[in-house]
């Protein structure tokens, strides 16, 4: 059993900063990669930030030069630090995990969601 867990969301004026984190947990033999997503109203999830073996990162365009993603291996954590935030950036942020089992079986997990709120 695994479990992928978000927090840190809130609501915040535009041009401030929140720190997002996620964990995950159980039945993990390796963490292939982990990853934010984000869906705004009436709009697709789209990503965000991933993270992926040796430290190799990689930002959606809108938020290059203001959002930074990391991790804690041994916590088995990423973050997401999101600096001069816009209106715009408003949405449920989604953590995803693609990890390996100890059956060596490889999935994609999903956290349930923190909400982003950033007024103008």
């Known amino acids: 059993q695994v479990q992928v867990v978000e927090s840190g969301g809130g609501l915040v004026q535009a041009g401030g900063s929140l720190r997002l984190s996620c964990a995950a947990s159980g039945s993990i033999f390796r963490i292939n990669a982990m990853g934010w997503y984000r869906q705004a109203p009436g709009k697709q999830r789209e990503p965000v930030a991933t993270?992926?073996?040796?430290?190799?990162?990689n930002y959606a365009d809108s938020v290059k030069g203001r959002f930074s993603i990391s991790r804690d291996n041994a916590k088995n954590t990423v973050y997401l630090q999101m600096n001069s935030l816009k209106p715009e950036d408003t949405a449920v942020y989604y953590c995803?995990?693609?990890?390996?089992?100890?059956?060596?079986?490889?999935?994609?997990?999903w956290g349930q969601g923190t909400q982003v709120t950033v007024s103008s």
């Open positions: 995803n995990a693609d990890l390996t089992g100890y059956t060596l079986s490889r999935r994609d997990y």
């Open positions: 993270i992926i073996s040796g430290d190799i990162t």
